[in-house]
């Protein structure tokens, strides 16, 4: 398995499309979630995925500080193969690079609920009560660095 972790500005086309398909197929068909997938964020996060093959298994993004808020956040995590640990992998790989390259003191995650077990496993705590997000039960999460 290969990570590979780019800026937006580095990614080619092919890679670009290829993670606009990956997400849109997960978080809106799959999840039948109609909302406004691509956004402006991407222009500013670092995009950490895991490759076997030529295809991505695993993803996420990593967006900096002063962006969003005040500290680092880590969203739209993807893994492809589910339960076999790579989704741990793939968020240890962005907190790290949230600490090492951003400094990050604090990382936010707003969590689909399904989701709680795997970020706890990583060291995210549960800091805001339950709430929808595009019809799906959320709750924000943060990692003290």
């Known amino acids: 398995m290969e990570k590979v972790v780019k800026a937006f500005n580095e990614l080619s086309l ?28 991407d222009k500013y996060a670092v995009h950490i995925c895991f490759r076997e093959n030529g ?30 640990g790579l989704g741990t ?11 090492d390259v951003f400094k990050a003191k604090k990382i936010i995650v707003e969590a689909q609920v399904y989701a709680r077990k795997l970020y706890e496993k990583c060291g995210f705590v549960q800091v805001s009560e339950e709430f929808l997000e595009d019809g799906i039960p959320h709750i924000n999460m943060e990692l003290r660095v």
């Open 14 to 41: 092919e890679e670009l499309v290829e993670i606009y398909q990956l997400r849109v197929a997960v978080f809106v068909v799959e999840q039948k979630c109609p909302y406004q997938e691509i956004d402006d964020l």
């Open 89 to 99: 992998q793939l968020l240890n790989a962005g907190i790290e690079y949230a600490k």
């Open 55 to 84: 295809k991505i298994q695993a993803y996420c993004r990593v967006i900096p500080q002063g962006v969003l808020s005040d500290n680092v956040h880590i969203g739209r995590v993807i893994s492809i193969k589910r339960r076999c």
